[in-house]
C-alpha cells in the first residue's frame, strides 16, 4: 500500500510537471491542429483504396504519427531520469520514503499518459465531429488504431526509461536515443527489399528480420488494416500475408511493441535499483 501511494505521488508529479512544460502543449496543439487542418482541407472526401470519409483522415493520421510520435517520446523522455540524477532533483526525491521502483514505474505511466493523451484526444476528437457533420465513423479503425498508438508510445517510452537509467549523462542519453531512432527507421521495408535485391540473400529471412523492427511493425500493422493486400509493400507483402492471417497479425503488430516496451522497462528499473544513480 505504502509503495502504491508512493508511485501515484510520483505519477502525479510528472504529470504536473509537464503540464507545465511548453512543449507538451505544443506537441498537443501540433496534433489537434494537425486534425482541423485535415477537415477543414477536405481531406474525408479523397479517397485512397476505396477509404473514404473518415477512415481518410485516420490513415493519414497513423501516417504522421509514426514520424512524430517516436523521435517525441525519445527526445523528451530520455532526459527523464539521468536528467533527475544531473540536477539533483533524485536525491531529494529518493530521500522521501519512496522506492527506487515506484520512482521509475511511477516516471514511464505519468509520461504514457502525457504523450497518449493528446494524439487519443485528437483522434477522438475527429470521430465526434464526424458524429457531429453526419460522417460514418469506422469504429473498429478507430479502437485499433489507439491501440496501435498505444502500443507504440510504450515500446519508445519503455526503451527511452532504460536508456536513461543507463545513461551518464543527458547528452549521452539524447545521442545515444537519436542513433536508435535512425536505425529504426533505416531499416524499414524499402531499404530491406534494396539489401536483399544487392545482396541476394534469402527474402524470407530478411523481411521476418525487418519484422523484428516495432516501428516497421507497427507501420504494417496500420497499413493492413485499410489495405487487407498490403499492395502499397510490393513483394513483402507475400511473405507476410502468406506466413500468418491478416488479424494474427493485427494481434501480434499491437502486443510486440508492448511487450518489447515492457521488457527495456523492466531491464531499466533493474539496473536502476542495482547500481548507484545518485
Given at each position: 500500500m505504502k509503495n502504491f501511494e508512493s508511485l501515484k505521488e510520483i505519477i502525479k508529479s510528472d504529470i504536473r510537471q509537464n503540464l507545465r512544460s511548453t512543449w507538451f502543449w505544443a506537441y498537443s496543439l501540433l496534433f489537434g491542429g494537425f486534425v482541423a487542418v485535415m477537415f477543414t482541407s477536405g481531406i474525408t472526401e479523397s479517397q485512397i483504396i476505396g477509404f473514404v470519409g473518415l477512415s481518410r483522415l485516420m490513415v493519414t493520421f497513423m501516417q504522421i504519427s509514426m514520424a512524430i510520435l517516436p523521435i517525441y517520446v525519445l527526445i523528451s523522455t530520455?532526459?527523464?531520469?539521468?536528467?533527475?540524477?544531473e540536477n539533483s532533483v533524485m536525491e531529494y526525491i529518493l530521500s522521501l520514503p519512496i522506492s527506487f521502483s515506484s520512482y521509475f514505474w511511477g516516471k514511464l505511466i505519468g509520461r504514457f499518459?502525457?504523450?497518449?493523451?493528446?494524439?487519443?484526444?485528437?483522434?477522438?476528437?475527429?470521430?465526434?465531429?464526424?458524429?457531429?457533420?453526419?460522417?460514418?465513423?469506422?469504429?473498429?479503425?478507430?479502437?485499433?488504431?489507439?491501440?496501435?498508438?498505444?502500443?507504440?508510445?510504450?515500446?519508445?517510452?519503455?526503451?527511452?526509461?532504460?536508456?536513461?537509467?543507463?545513461?551518464?549523462?543527458?547528452?549521452?542519453?539524447?545521442s545515444t536515443a537519436f542513433i536508435i531512432w535512425l536505425f529504426l527507421?533505416?531499416?524499414?521495408?524499402?531499404?530491406?527489399?534494396?539489401?536483399?535485391?544487392?545482396?541476394?540473400?534469402?527474402?524470407?529471412?530478411?523481411?521476418?528480420?525487418?519484422?523484428?523492427?516495432?516501428?516497421q511493425v507497427f507501420r504494417?500493422?496500420?497499413?493492413?488494416?485499410?489495405?487487407?493486400?498490403?499492395?502499397?509493400?510490393?513483394?513483402?507483402?507475400?511473405?507476410?500475408?502468406?506466413?500468418?492471417?491478416?488479424?494474427?497479425?493485427?494481434?501480434?503488430?499491437?502486443?510486440?511493441?508492448?511487450?518489447?516496451?515492457?521488457?527495456?522497462?523492466?531491464?531499466?528499473?533493474?539496473?536502476?535499483?542495482?547500481?548507484?544513480?545518485?
Open positions: 530520455v532526459r527523464s531520469v539521468v536528467g533527475d540524477r499518459f502525457i504523450i497518449y493523451t493528446p494524439v487519443f484526444i485528437a483522434l477522438l476528437g475527429s470521430v465526434i465531429w464526424a458524429l457531429i457533420t453526419n460522417i460514418d465513423v469506422p469504429w473498429d479503425l478507430f479502437f485499433l488504431y489507439s491501440a496501435l498508438l498505444a502500443s507504440l508510445v510504450f515500446f519508445f517510452l519503455g526503451l527511452s526509461m532504460y536508456i536513461s537509467a543507463r545513461a551518464s549523462s543527458q547528452d549521452i542519453a539524447v527507421v533505416a531499416f524499414i521495408d524499402l531499404i530491406l527489399i534494396g539489401i536483399m535485391l544487392r545482396m541476394r540473400g534469402n527474402p524470407d529471412l530478411i523481411i521476418g528480420l525487418g519484422m523484428l523492427n516495432p516501428l504494417t500493422g496500420s497499413l493492413i488494416l485499410f489495405d487487407p493486400q498490403l499492395t502499397v509493400m510490393g513483394t513483402a507483402s507475400y511473405y507476410v500475408l502468406d506466413t500468418v492471417s491478416r488479424s494474427v497479425f493485427i494481434a501480434f503488430s499491437i502486443l510486440y511493441p508492448i511487450i518489447l516496451g515492457f521488457l527495456f522497462a523492466f531491464l531499466g528499473n533493474r539496473y536502476f535499483n542495482r547500481n548507484d544513480v545518485v
